[in-house]
């Protein structure tokens, strides 16, 4: 199972699930791309998931693909 750099399964993915992903069969990885934020964002901060950031959550995570909700409780900031 491939893990996309916002902590989602790959497989489960709208955008790879649509046959949209700009990374095609490897699925998100950290690196710049115009069509995911997220992606773009852990590239320029060296990380391989958000989850490694110590600002996630964070104002990017919102837009998606998981819910913002979740972010904070696995985070141990939405208590």
């Given at each position: 199972m491939r893990i996309g750099v916002c902590g989602i399964?790959?497989?489960?993915?709208?955008?790879?699930?649509?046959?949209?992903?700009?990374?095609?069969?490897?699925g998100c990885i950290p690196r710049k791309n115009e069509f995911c934020?997220?992606?773009?964002c852990a590239f320029?901060?060296?990380?391989r998931l958000c989850f490694e950031c110590d600002?996630?959550?964070c104002e990017l995570t919102r837009?998606?693909?998981?819910?913002?909700?979740y972010c904070e409780y696995i985070s141990g900031k939405g208590f």
């Open positions: 399964a790959c497989e489960k993915c709208p955008q790879m699930t649509k046959g949209q992903c700009p990374n095609g069969e490897t934020k997220i992606a773009s320029e901060k060296g990380i600002e996630f959550p837009s998606g693909p998981i819910s913002y909700g």
